[in-house]
Nanobody, 113 residues
Framework: QVQLVESGGGLVQAGGSLRLSCAAS????????MGWYRQAPGKQREWVAR???????NYADSVKGRFTIYRDNAKNTAYLTMRMLKPEDTAVYYC???????WGQGTQVTVSS
């Protein structure tokens, strides 16, 4: 059974940092492209970042230069380091196995001004 579990969210002041984790099980983690998405209240879910099996990374323009996605295949975990956080980064953050219907339950990130 495939399972994705996000953690690391919380309340942080603008300008602060957080690191999100996405622990995967039930898959061969190393061969999959992993992605992070977010959904703010009243808005559609939007793509944030992805990392391929070869560690190629892409970012949404809104987070480029502030967020970093990386993976530890030995731990079956993907990470999203978020720096210089802004109130508009407030959302529930989800990880996914790109190209599948597998999603985590989400972790709340709240950035206060």
């Amino acid at each position: 059974q495939v399972q994705l579990v996000e953690s690391g969210g919380g309340l942080v002041q603008a300008g602060g940092s957080l690191r999100l984790s996405c622990a995967a099980s039930g898959i061969i983690f190393s061969v999959n492209t992993m992605g992070w998405y977010r959904q703010a209240p009243g808005k559609q879910r939007e793509w944030v970042a992805r990392i391929t099996r070869g560690n190629n990374v892409n970012y949404a323009d809104s987070v480029k230069g502030r967020f970093t996605i990386y993976r530890d295949n030995a731990k079956n975990t993907a990470y999203l380091t978020m720096r210089m956080l802004k109130p508009e980064d407030t959302a529930v953050y989800y990880c996914t196995i790109v190209g599948t219907s597998y999603w985590g339950q989400g972790t709340q990130v709240t950035v206060s001004s």
